[in-house]
């Protein structure tokens, strides 16, 4: 990690954190966690950089979700840290989302929460990524694609016409949607509420907090 200590690199040294957690603690009893690239710190921080943080939290914490996951900067649990990363402006910003306590049982009920957006997520991004590859699989008769964990998507047709441009804004509508269906009510009533910060504060916060 680069020495700067300017609130982009800050917050990116704070995400690639909240990765490191997340893959100690999927490796307790599963053996290691297979990391199928490097990390990209550039790409990751380039992101930062450009979290619009100005507008109703749903909408900035949509953003932020979905241009993680999109950017892909981790050698591995990119939805997972993306979705850290979201629910940590929010905390930030007073919403407690998704409005329950994340020991024990509420990670379960978070996962299960959360299951159908990470396959639509991951369906899109592959579109993102490899949409001439997932024309030609369409063209050769393949239906669907696999995105891991034993788990398939549908091509849809029409799907494979978006431009780029289309295909990101699915993608962070998506987001928006999931942030809002997950939550409790008080929380999704908060949710809609505007927001106005700087990446500076957030990162005061964040040593501040954390």
């Known amino acids: 990690m680069p020495h700067e200590k300017t609130a982009d690199w800050v917050a990116t040294a704070y995400a690639v954190r909240m990765f490191r957690l997340i893959v100690q603690a999927s490796r307790k009893g599963k053996g290691p966690v297979r990391w199928y690239k490097r990390l990209d710190l550039e790409a990751l921080r380039k992101t ?3 979290y619009p943080l100005k507008g109703r939290l749903v909408d900035v914490a949509g953003s932020i979700l979905s241009s993680t996951i999109l950017t892909h900067p981790f050698p591995n649990a990119n939805h997972r840290t993306s979705l850290v990363m979201s629910r940590l402006y929010l905390e930030f910003m007073g919403v407690d989302w998704p409005g329950y306590s994340m020991k024990g049982r509420g990670q379960k009920r978070l996962h299960r929460a959360t299951h159908d957006f990470f396959r639509q997520s991951k369906y899109l991004l592959q579109l993102l990524r490899h949409t001439d590859l997932v024309r030609v699989a369409h063209e050769e008769g393949f239906t669907h694609l696999h995105i891991g964990s034993g788990t398939d998507a549908e091509i849809v047709p029409t799907d494979l016409g978006l431009s780029p441009d289309e295909v990101r804004e699915r993608h962070e509508a998506l987001c928006r949607r999931t942030l809002k269906e ?16 700087t990446l500076h504060e957030w990162v005061a916060w964040l040593k501040a907090s954390k």
Do not use: H, W, Y
């Open 48 to 50: 930062v950089a450009r």
């Open 182 to 197: 997950v939550a409790t009510d008080p929380v999704r009533a908060q949710l809609r509420a505007d927001g106005d910060t």
